[in-house]
């Protein structure tokens, strides 16, 4: 016995010496404070990680900053007043912020008679050493002209009993905290918020050293992202983790309804407007250094590239994938797929290929995940369906979900979500209520469970099955049946390759086709791991894949046999023209058409309005948007400007220097705000007024208003123009050049493992033309789509992101209004010495135009 726990002694120590050994700091004792940490080491999470994290306690003198710059610890907790220590050229590199919302508060009793921050003048304050130099509290006290002097400063106990005693007047808190201590002893508290004086501040801030940060990416990385499990497995388990803490993390011996309590209020504070926890905005971080400056606590710029961690990877999916789920991926070095035999666009097998959507899918989620995918071909869907319950396939690439099929298999979510439709052949009339085909025959596809939806749906309806939609379609044609229903993407990809100018889609029904993934219900872990790689595909992935297969042959079929077609009617046309060819009925005839030419261009002209008017109101969204970015900053400018003259004023500290400076910022904000009130002003005068335009103004007057929206995405423009004046429709160039601009930004957006992302500009004058040339380093536009970007309604952002209206309203104004020539191509260049591919959009327009 003895020898086997001596044996089981060795293995674990020799798993515990491939751990890396990394320390972290408290900023307080054992609570709910710090669960996430202590759940990610109970859990494993840090194991998994590669990581033995040790806690260092913390005691009334420690000094949290001092510990991790000293190489005591390598990670610490602290507050935002490590800005203020990164302005003095501390090494310090912040990963994450536990509170979106700073809960460190005053606290007081309730029967105390401080009631306001003025009565703490001569009163007595507990508080850490480090905790007086904390940047909240020290605004908070500055923004009330109180000198932190003239309190009686008192070292903390860490104990609200000095409260009860009255050994103290006031203590530094947290509001998820000491509150409830206090009320568990009978007493109600008084409590002072920095909120409250307007310092809505990050606070628990995970930070390291710079130099540990670089030296030890790896290391960083995952432990912020352990961590950050601990914490979202804390929050989703509220019980077990109030109960690990009580029995394991308590030294302050709290009752389970004070940790319960402590919880509870943390959630409030902890999560950022998208649900997640850890984050930290740049915007945000730049008020507070703002208003550090104000307050005279930071003298010094601060780069934000050296005090925040980059979290990105080279693989980014790895960051969404919990321990369990990577250590499931090195379970295999092959994960097998099947597939549907038939469903083109979306997948088919050719010669024992997998073709089709799906493909292109399947071989981004390899590259995400870093796995090889085997396809297994077989026969029909049903044969896939049977081998991946039989755990033969790892996954199912297509499947509708049903309830039944909850016990055999794990869905992802659905990835696929197309609308069905009513295909008819072209002589049918528009189907706007499907109840008016309860009398004739409809087609579906045999053994579909989409198709089983539809007739369980509408069981009053004569349905007849098929084999496959070739066949459905096929009987609509020969007018066995009047219609036939399946899903968009396949019923149009069917007539695009086979059924062209014989069959159309005449409506649609209120279903919807949803494809699912899915794997053998032992997999759980895969189920999961895929819906992570799913969501990782961005729009314009997407709706790269979709073109690939749905505009191809679109394109072929329109050379050859829709040009046939419309040969033979121009020719049948000619005949009967030639055969009631008289004078008195081409008189009619021509009249009649006269008649319906002009209708037909009101019609167009309504349309055109129309979309306008649409493509407008997209680019003063846009505009607006910007705006609203583009104005925080002299807003702040004034707001910063007035509270520190009031300050310094009521301090009689404020010299004239600092007066006229002040008044000399806030008329310069005012100035540019109004600037940008006329610019916006402009841009919605619906007359066309020509004018002269200095190109230097035009495109500072188009960059001011996208420039914040440019840098929040870390997007470099470079401008090379000539300046000079030319005579044109001011607003107009102006709604041209913001769609070409937005959809660079756009694409430069989905390039997240991009680092240089860049937007140049070259105005050229030639002649008596003058050319713009924009082009970006986006990768450029799919060379088999790049001719239909002017079309519209055509866009590759997904539908809830674009309209496909801005590029052609852009054409129509361009070549319309603006009497010039607008086109677009890849374009190959060099900058830097660094060779970079993009779409390079080129518009030409005369120097003098006469509307």
């Known amino acids: 016995m003895k020898k086997i726990f001596l044996l089981l002694f060795f293995i674990t120590s020799l798993f515990s010496n491939n751990l890396q050994k990394v320390s972290l700091q408290l900023m307080w004792l054992d609570q709910f404070q710090f669960a996430g940490f202590y759940i990610a080491k109970e859990k494993d999470f840090y194991q998994k990680a590669g990581l033995e994290v040790e806690f260092k306690k913390f005691h009334n003198s420690t000094n949290v900053l001092n510990e991790v710059l000293e190489k005591k610890a390598d990670f610490g907790i602290s507050s935002t007043s490590l800005i203020v220590d990164k302005s003095k050229n501390k090494d310090v590199v912040v990963l994450g912020a536990i509170f979106q919302t700073s809960p460190l508060v005053l606290l007081a009793l309730e029967n105390s008679d401080l009631n306001s921050l003025k009565d703490l003048v001569n009163k007595r304050l507990m508080i850490t050493q480090e905790q007086l130099e904390f940047a909240t509290l020290k605004a908070m006290l500055i923004s009330q002209n109180i000198d932190i002097n003239s309190i009686k400063i008192l070292p903390h106990s860490l104990n609200t009993d000095d409260l009860v005693n009255k050994n103290t007047d006031l203590m530094l808190s947290y509001a998820t905290n000491e509150p409830f201590l206090l009320k568990e002893k009978g007493y109600e508290s008084k409590i002072f918020y920095p909120k409250d004086y307007g310092f809505d501040f990050y606070e628990d801030l995970i930070f390291t050293t710079g130099e540990f940060a670089r030296n030890n990416p790896r290391i960083v990385k995952d432990f912020y992202e352990a961590s950050m499990e601990g914490w979202r497995w804390a929050f989703d388990n509220l019980e077990q983790t109030v109960n690990i803490i009580y029995e394991k993390y308590n030294p302050q011996n709290k009752s389970k309804e004070a940790l319960l309590f402590e919880a509870l209020e943390m959630?409030?504070?902890?999560?950022?407007?998208?649900?997640?926890?850890?984050?930290?905005?740049?915007?945000?971080?730049?008020?507070?250094?703002?208003?550090?400056?104000?307050?005279?606590?930071?003298?010094?710029?601060?780069?934000?590239?050296?005090?925040?961690?980059?979290?990105?990877?080279?693989?980014?999916?790895?960051?969404?994938?919990?321990?369990?789920?990577?250590?499931?991926?090195?379970?295999?070095?092959?994960?097998?797929?099947?597939?549907?035999?038939?469903?083109?666009?979306?997948?088919?097998?050719?010669?024992?290929?997998?073709?089709?959507?799906?493909?292109?899918?399947?071989?981004?989620?390899?590259?995400?995940?870093?796995?090889?995918?085997?396809?297994?071909?077989?026969?029909?869907?049903?044969?896939?369906?049977?081998?991946?319950?039989?755990?033969?396939?790892?996954?199912?690439?297509?499947?509708?979900?049903?309830?039944?099929?909850?016990?055999?298999?794990?869905?992802?979510?659905?990835?696929?979500?197309?609308p069905f439709v009513i295909a008819t052949d072209i002589t049918k009339p528009f189907i706007d209520d499907i109840n008016k085909l309860k009398d004739v025959k409809i087609a579906l596809v045999r053994g579909f469970a989409t198709s089983k939806l539809i007739q369980e749906k509408y069981k009053n309806f004569k349905f007849v099955e098929y084999p496959s939609l070739h066949d459905c379609l096929t009987a609509v044609k020969n007018g066995e049946v009047y219609a036939a229903i399946d899903s968009l993407a396949v019923i149009g990809f069917e007539i695009q390759n086979n059924f062209l100018g014989e069959l159309k889609v005449s409506g649609r029904i209120d279903e919807q086709l949803k494809l699912h993934m899915a794997t053998n219900i032992e997999n759980k872990h895969l189920a999961s791991i895929l819906d992570k790689a799913l969501d990782s595909i961005n729009d314009k992935q997407k709706h790269d894949f979709f073109n690939k297969w749905v505009y191809i042959k679109y394109e072929n079929n329109l050379d050859s046999e829709l040009l046939v077609r419309i040969s033979i009617l121009l020719l049948i046309i000619f005949i009967v023209f030639a055969i009631i060819y008289r004078y008195f009925l081409l008189k009619k005839i021509n009249k009649n058409l006269e008649d319906k030419i002009a209708f037909e261009i009101k019609q167009n002209e309504e349309k055109n309005r129309i979309l306008m008017h649409q493509s407008k109101m997209a680019a003063m969204g846009e505009m607006l948007e910007n705006i609203a970015h583009q104005w925080r900053q002299p807003l702040s400018t004034i707001s910063v400007c007035t509270s520190g003259m009031e300050l310094k004023k009521s301090l009689s500290k404020l010299d004239d220097k600092e007066f006229f400076d002040s008044i000399n910022h806030i008329k310069s904000s005012v100035s540019y705000l109004s600037n940008t009130i006329d610019d916006f002003r402009n841009f919605l005068d619906q007359n066309k007024f020509i004018s002269n335009i200095e190109t230097s103004n035009l495109f500072k007057k188009v960059l001011d208003i996208l420039n914040p929206s440019f840098t929040?995405?870390?997007?470099?423009?470079?401008?090379?123009?000539?300046?000079?004046?030319?005579?044109?429709?001011?607003?107009?160039?102006?709604?041209?050049?913001?769609?070409?601009?937005?959809?660079?930004?756009?694409?430069?957006?989905?390039?997240?493992?991009?680092?240089?992302?860049?937007?140049?500009?070259?105005?050229?004058?030639?002649?008596?033309?003058?050319?713009?040339?924009?082009?970006?380093?986006?990768?450029?536009?799919?060379?088999?789509?790049v001719d239909r970007i002017f079309e519209p309604y055509f866009t590759t952002k997904h539908k809830s992101k674009g309209t496909g209206i801005g590029l052609y309203m852009s054409k129509l104004l361009v070549e319309t209004h603006l009497k010039g020539k607008i086109s677009v191509k890849n374009y190959k260049f060099i900058y830097e010495e660094n060779e970079f591919v993009g779409a390079k959009f080129r518009i030409t327009l005369p120097l003098k135009i006469d509307v």
């Not at 796995?371 to 049977?386: A, C, G, M, R, Y």
């Open 267 to 418: 959630k409030k504070l902890v999560f950022d407007e998208h649900g997640e926890i850890g984050k930290i905005s740049k915007e945000k971080i730049n008020l507070i250094i703002n208003t550090y400056k104000v307050m005279g606590l930071i003298k010094n710029e601060i780069d934000l590239n050296t005090l925040l961690f980059e979290h990105n990877d080279d693989n980014n999916l790895n960051l969404k994938l919990n321990s369990d789920e990577l250590a499931y991926l090195k379970t295999k070095k092959t994960f097998s797929y099947c597939s549907h035999s038939n469903l083109m666009p979306f997948e088919s097998i050719v010669n024992r290929k997998h073709i089709g959507i799906l493909e292109d899918y399947m071989k981004q989620i390899s590259k995400s995940l870093n796995i090889d995918l085997k396809f297994v071909p077989t026969s029909n869907w049903h044969e896939s369906f049977e081998k991946t319950v039989k755990n033969e396939c790892d996954i199912l690439t297509t499947i509708a979900y049903k309830t039944n099929r909850e016990n055999l298999l794990n869905f992802t979510k659905p990835y696929v979500d197309f």
């Open 712 to 785: 929040n995405h870390n997007i470099n423009v470079i401008k090379n123009i000539d300046n000079f004046k030319f005579i044109s429709i001011e607003n107009e160039l102006i709604q041209v050049l913001m769609n070409i601009f937005t959809n660079a930004k756009d694409a430069l957006k989905e390039l997240d493992n991009q680092e240089s992302k860049y937007i140049f500009i070259d105005i050229k004058k030639e002649l008596d033309n003058l050319n713009i040339d924009i082009y970006d380093n986006a990768l450029g536009v799919d060379a088999e789509i």
